[in-house]
């Protein structure tokens, strides 16, 4: 197994529970890849940047529960929004059944008027009757902007409200996002059962949730090796033989699966298969994303909220990380996040703490009279594969067509954006495929929420929908 991150780490701890004995090599000194925790010079231990999932991810869920993290997540069915005259919204799931259950908060939605509100519901049950079938119609192919555009939204609705929920899930801007993408994550999210929008946040720094993981490999007799980068798989008669390691060390094992972000995926392949099998080739085709954050001190309490979204600034989402971990000092360590970021990317580190600080302060009228004590940027300039239109033809299978090779990431063909949830959803498909080579199949893979309410009506009216091909 190469590449300790969500993909590696849940492909790795589900065939141990299998019985097979799993060697883990990560280049870097923890686990968790993209979702980890490190020390800042001075001690703090932080996150890369705050990772959320949500109700709907229930493989995420499954794989938490196995490591016994679950009770580490807490979860939050209300959500705050502020628009730019500092007015408050709440969304939060009243009494009615899906896909209805949160019409109401729609109609308190701030800075929309009620042509606009009437519109994105009138948009909303379109998406509703699809029934989850967004593969096809009118969705085919085509970015979220036309679809919206087609559906007569407005500029307003378009940057108020779509573009703040689906900017932040698929970190992607909306023309340069696939409409399916974007119509999946209202239907499972917002529409098609009651707790899909709930939000999950880590208790716990990011690296705690898989302290689970090391014991359930090395207690079945696997081993976990931190620093320890591949630099490349040997293949010897359309088989991979083995893998290099610095000082011409190497490893060698019956099945090999490489759960390593695409590019470094390249990277590790050997150049011949990679020009010779296009699904390997076409992996270069796909784009990367960026997200920032910036983590803030202050030197008193600042926040109440746990976390908010903000409407019509460069920030997204303000979370109070003092709060979120229960720690003693509520509301003085606060993290920004700009999802998409890329007009961040060549700004100074001091110019984005400015443009974010002064943002929060507007918003949290406290942090104005508070002292700032330090802050810090963290940009990840890759840090997802980008949901392009057309992006799906570029994610391979988890099975390759090398009989002992198998990928797993967020960026392999899983049906689900760059999450937490594709990342374990791949990870399950690929150690599918090697328990069904070893003639031991094995369903690992978690079903989607199944439809509530009047949503079920439109599931049945909608036949199969999307379905996730299994690798085996
Ligand atoms: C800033 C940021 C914010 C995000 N926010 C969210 C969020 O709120 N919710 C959500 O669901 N998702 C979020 N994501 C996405 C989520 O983190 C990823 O989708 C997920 O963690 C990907 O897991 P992975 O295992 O596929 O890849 P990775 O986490 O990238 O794991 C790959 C691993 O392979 C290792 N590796 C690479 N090369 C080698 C080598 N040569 N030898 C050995 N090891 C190697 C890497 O060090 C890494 O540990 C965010 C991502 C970022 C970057």
């Not at 993408?181 to 059962?193: C, E, N, Q």
């Not at 709930?198 to 716990?204: A, L």
């Not at 997200?291 to 909220?305: A, C, K």
């Not at 890759?382 to 797993?408: H, I, Y």
Request: charged share 20%; proline share 6%; hydrophobic share 40%.
């Amino acid at each position: 197994m190469i590449g300790a991150g969500l993909a590696g780490l849940s492909s790795g701890v589900a065939l141990a529970e299998a019985g097979f004995r799993v060697k883990l090599l990560e280049q870097r000194p923890f686990l968790g890849g993209r979702a980890s925790s490190y020390s800042l010079p001075d001690g703090e231990q932080i996150d890369n940047c705050q990772h959320v999932t949500l109700g709907c991810c229930t493989n995420l869920d499954d794989f938490y529960e196995r490591m016994g993290a679950l009770a580490k997540i807490a979860r939050y069915g209300r959500l705050v929004f502020v628009d730019s005259a500092s007015h408050r919204a709440v969304m939060e799931a009243s009494a009615l059944p899906p896909p209805f259950h949160l019409a109401p908060s729609l109609a308190f939605y701030p800075s929309l008027n009620w042509a606009e509100k009437r519109g994105i519901a009138e948009a909303m049950l379109s998406i509703a009757r699809r029934g989850g079938r967004n593969d096809d119609g009118d969705a085919a192919g085509c970015s979220m902007l036309d679809w919206l555009r087609a559906h007569r939204q407005s500029e307003g609705a378009i940057s108020r409200f779509w573009a703040v929920v689906l900017v932040s899930a698929l970190n992607e801007e909306l023309a340069r996002m696939e409409a399916r993408y974007g119509l999946d994550v209202f239907w499972k999210a917002f529409l098609s059962a009651r707790s899909g929008y709930i939000v999950g946040i880590p208790r716990v720094p990011l690296g705690e949730l898989y302290e689970g993981c090391r014991a359930a490999i090395e207690q079945r007799g696997g081993e976990v090796l931190c620093r320890a980068a591949v630099r490349g798989l040997k293949e010897d008669d359309g088989r991979i033989s083995g893998v290099g390691m610095d000082a011409g060390r190497q490893h060698s094992a019956d099945f090999y699966i490489l759960a390593v972000p695409h590019e470094a995926a390249l990277r590790l392949l050997p150049e011949r298969i990679v020009a010779s099998e296009p699904q390997f080739s076409r992996i270069q085709n796909l784009r990367a994303s960026p997200i920032t954050s910036v983590h803030f001190w202050f030197d008193g309490d600042v926040m109440v909220e746990p976390f908010i979204t903000l409407l019509d600034r460069t920030t997204h989402w303000i979370f109070n990380k003092s709060r979120l971990s229960e720690g003693p000092a509520a509301g003085r360590y606060l993290q920004s996040v700009i999802s998409a970021s890329y007009g961040l990317v060549e700004r100074s580190r001091q110019e984005i703490i400015s443009l974010c600080l002064g943002e929060l302060q507007q918003a949290l009228p406290e942090a104005a009279k508070a002292r700032l004590i330090k802050a810090t940027v963290v940009k990840e300039t890759a840090a997802t594969f980008s949901p392009q239109p057309g992006a799906d033809r570029w994610r391979p299978s988890q099975r390759t067509p090398l009989p002992n090779l198998f990928l797993a990431g967020d960026w392999t063909a899983t049906g689900w954006p760059a999450t937490m949830e594709g990342a374990v959803r791949s990870g399950y498909l690929a150690a599918e495929a090697i328990l069904s080579d070893c003639g031991e199949p094995k369903r690992l893979l978690k079903p989607d929420l199944p439809a509530e309410g009047l949503a079920r009506h439109w599931v049945r009216n909608a036949g199969p929908g999307l379905r996730i091909k299994p690798a085996s």
